[in-house]
């Protein structure tokens, strides 16, 4: 939700379409948020980024990218992609043996 809070603020439903791949109760993570003050409720009744939660915001990216070139190390792009594809083909096919698609 920091990402994709992190290019301005957004309503329910903006966060809803950004988060699809996501389960759970979108405004449980909200209130999270708000409670450890990385994101504000607007009076419009959107939400955005407090300075902590940018700031938070730019760690959590720093150390997925880190991960991220970790991870890849040795693989071509192309490599790294297809991967991808098929760990998000593999996840959708658990989730559609779990009933949960």
Do not use: C, F, K, Q
Request: charge should be neutral.
């Amino acid at each position: 939700m920091l990402h994709s809070l992190a290019t301005g603020p957004a309503d329910g439903a903006e966060l809803r379409a950004a988060l699809t791949d996501v389960h759970g109760d979108l405004e449980a993570v909200v209130s999270e948020l708000v409670a450890r003050g990385w994101v504000a409720r607007l009076g419009d009744g959107r939400v955005g980024l407090t300075p902590d939660g940018a700031a938070a915001h730019d760690r959590v990216s720093r150390a997925v990218g880190r991960v991220r070139r970790h991870v890849a190390d040795g693989l071509s792009r192309s490599e790294y992609e297809r991967t991808i594809l098929v760990l998000a083909r593999m996840v959708t096919n658990i989730e559609r043996a779990l009933g949960r698609e």
